[in-house]
T-cell receptor
């Protein structure tokens, strides 16, 4: 079945880059997503990438996809204290209309 | 649009009571999802609808859980009777195309 794995914790210093990694098992994954969850809040869609792309950049965020290894990463440049949150990787096998399968989330702590 | 709206934000109830969670999806979205989030199990899909029709409810934990979508702008998730192990944050999400948007969630505590 589908499975999405992430490391649970990451700690970085303010101003450094953060790299959050994710692996997935479903080779038919079409869209891969990154969501951010702040304490007590819902999940905010940060960015997503279609499986025929290998990179997508959006301001401080860079998503890299290695489809051969089924590996997805999210790089946050110049990490700020406001980036402290849980980041979820998710995959979908259709145009997002099939339910997303989520990883357990990576808790990012930014040290001032 | 105000986004996906869930109510209540917090619910504390006694074991055995009926609980109803509500969701208003984003206007024009044709898919609606109910997820449950716990520390142990992460985000689990409970059920989802397409054009108000339930498509897959295999994630509903047991018969105590039921969900309805009487129209395109409203859905409910009901737990009857509630148990302490149902304590979790319940999220509703809606989508049209490749992006799913989540509500703020309902934190349910069953004592």
């Amino acid at each position: 079945g589908e499975d999405v794995e992430q490391s649970l914790f990451l700690s970085v210093r303010e101003g450094d880059s953060s790299v959050i990694n994710c692996t997935y098992t479903d080779s038919s994954s079409t869209y891969l997503y990154w969501y951010k969850q702040e304490p007590g809040a819902g999940l905010q869609l940060l960015t997503y990438i279609f499986s025929n792309m290998d990179m997508k950049q959006d301001q401080r965020l860079t998503v890299l996809l290695n489809k051969k290894d089924k590996h997805l990463s999210l790089r946050i440049a110049d990490t700020q204290t406001g980036d402290s949150a849980i980041y979820f990787c998710a995959e979908s096998t259709s145009r997002g209309n099939t339910p997303l399968v989520f990883g357990k989330g990576t808790r990012l702590s930014v040290i001032a | 649009d105000a986004g996906v709206i869930q109510s209540p934000r917090h619910e504390v109830t006694e074991m055995g009571q009926e609980v109803t969670l509500r969701c208003k999806p984003i206007s024009g979205h044709d898919y609606l999802f109910w997820y449950r989030q716990t520390m142990m199990r992460g985000l689990e899909l409970l059920i989802y609808f397409n054009n108000n029709v339930p498509i897959d409810d295999s994630g509903m934990p047991e018969d105590r859980f039921s969900a309805k979508m009487p129209n395109a702008s409203f859905s409910t998730l009901k737990i009857q009777p509630s148990e302490p192990r149902d304590s979790a944050v319940y999220f509703c999400a809606s989508s049209f195309g490749s992006q799913a948007f989540f509500g703020q969630g309902t934190r349910l505590t069953v004592v």
